[in-house]
């Protein structure tokens, strides 16, 4: 019993040192990698998967700002990359998609406060048509303050492997980004693919119509190994409750978690679905 006893504990260690031994492979992986939050909706009235709400938004912002972490533009980071410059410590990029008012009402006045840069990808079709998104005025107050950035999420929010044709295709990437250029008199060299939509023929098309690098919504850190055009990033949507929590584990945690991740969905595409029910991500 005693020989048995001492068998599970020398297996036991062997399994915490190699967890310990693949925990910090991870690590060292992801050196030079950027964790690239994605938001969608600011504000307390909508209660969907998309929508975090201002108190929480404020205690993430405020924890970012308190912990060190410089916020930075994808530009940036590309070109730290391509020049082989250091990033600031705790680089983190944050980025909104779609383009909704409350963008500019609630999380706007919250990222001055805390002096915090972030990225909104503009559907540009819907720029001053609804009234639930920005117009081209708020923009440009945005864009003046020096802390906002904009980028494409194409014209309709079509996703682009379902266009009809690879003319439409183009006119989604190629149209919005001529519109953005003009509205707001910068370059716009940066894509986030609707639904994270994408595909080998997307991919090619994008880096075509002049872009350097595009954003999916698979969680993970956007990596200088990563192909430019399928950057990861770490979705803080998809769930209602615990958001700071979920906030901080998805952040601190994501050179762990996003492999995780990455096997769940592999599973889930070679129809194992019970297999990928066994991974849980935060």
Same mark, same amino acid.
């Given at each position: 019993?005693?020989?048995?006893?001492?068998?599970?504990?020398? +297996?036991?260690?062997?399994?915490?040192?190699?967890?310990?031994?693949?925990?910090?492979?991870? *690590?060292?992986?992801?050196?030079?990698?950027?964790?690239?939050?994605?938001?969608?909706?600011?504000?307390?009235?909508?209660?969907?998967?998309?929508?975090?709400?201002?108190?929480?938004?404020?205690?993430?912002?405020?924890?970012?700002?308190?912990?060190?972490?410089?916020?930075?533009?994808?530009?940036?980071?590309?070109?730290? *990359?391509?020049?082989?410059?250091?990033?600031?410590?705790?680089?983190?990029?944050?980025?909104?998609?779609?383009?909704?008012?409350?963008?500019?009402?609630?999380? +706007?006045?919250?990222?001055?406060?805390?002096?915090?840069?972030?990225?909104?990808?503009?559907?540009?079709?819907?720029?001053?048509?609804?009234?639930?998104?920005?117009?081209?005025?708020?923009?440009?107050?945005?864009?003046?303050?020096?802390?906002?950035?904009?980028?494409?999420?194409?014209?309709?929010?079509?996703?682009?492997?379902?266009?009809?044709?690879?003319?439409?295709?183009?006119?989604?990437?190629?149209?919005?980004?001529?519109?953005?250029?003009?509205?707001?008199?910068?370059?716009?060299?940066?894509?986030?693919?609707?639904?994270?939509?994408?595909?080998?023929?997307?991919?090619?098309?994008?880096?075509?119509?002049?872009?350097?690098?595009?954003?999916?919504?698979?969680?993970?850190?956007?990596?200088?190994?990563?192909?430019?055009?399928?950057?990861?990033?770490?979705?803080?949507?998809?769930?209602?409750?615990?958001? +700071?929590?979920? +906030?901080?584990?998805?952040?601190?945690?994501?050179?762990?978690?996003?492999?995780?991740?990455? *096997?769940?969905?592999?599973?889930?595409?070679?129809?194992?679905? *019970?297999?990928?029910?066994?991974?849980?991500?935060?």
């Amino acid at each position: 019993m005693q020989k048995l006893y001492k068998g599970f504990l020398l +297996f036991l260690a062997c399994c915490i040192l190699l967890a310990a031994g693949c925990a910090a492979w991870l *690590w060292q992986k992801s050196a030079g990698s950027v964790p690239v939050l994605n938001y969608h909706q600011i504000n307390d009235t909508e209660q969907n998967p998309l929508t975090v709400n201002t108190e929480q938004f404020e205690q993430q912002m405020k924890y970012l700002a308190d912990n060190g972490y410089h916020t930075i533009t994808p530009a940036e980071m590309i070109e730290a *990359w391509e020049k082989g410059t250091q990033l600031p410590s705790h680089p983190v990029i944050l980025t909104f998609d779609d383009g909704y008012l409350d963008n500019y009402r609630y999380a +706007f006045p919250i990222l001055e406060k805390y002096q915090l840069k972030a990225t909104i990808f503009l559907i540009t079709d819907y720029v001053s048509t609804y009234p639930n998104y920005l117009t081209w005025e708020n923009a440009s107050e945005m864009q003046k303050s020096g802390l906002i950035n904009f980028e494409s999420h194409t014209l309709s929010h079509v996703e682009l492997t379902k266009t009809d044709s690879e003319k439409d295709t183009i006119h989604q990437l190629l149209d919005s980004r001529e519109a953005l250029e003009y509205r707001l008199k910068k370059p716009v060299r940066f894509i986030a693919y609707p639904c994270g939509s994408y595909d080998e023929e997307v991919e090619r098309l994008t880096k075509e119509a002049g872009y350097r690098g595009a954003f999916t919504v698979n969680y993970g850190l956007a990596s200088p190994d990563e192909q430019r055009f399928i950057l990861d990033r770490i979705p803080i949507f998809g769930c209602n409750s615990h958001t +700071f929590l979920r +906030f901080k584990i998805r952040l601190v945690l994501a050179p762990l978690l996003s492999p995780l991740s990455s *096997w769940k969905n592999e599973l889930e595409k070679n129809n194992h679905p *019970w297999l990928a029910n066994l991974i849980t991500i935060p």
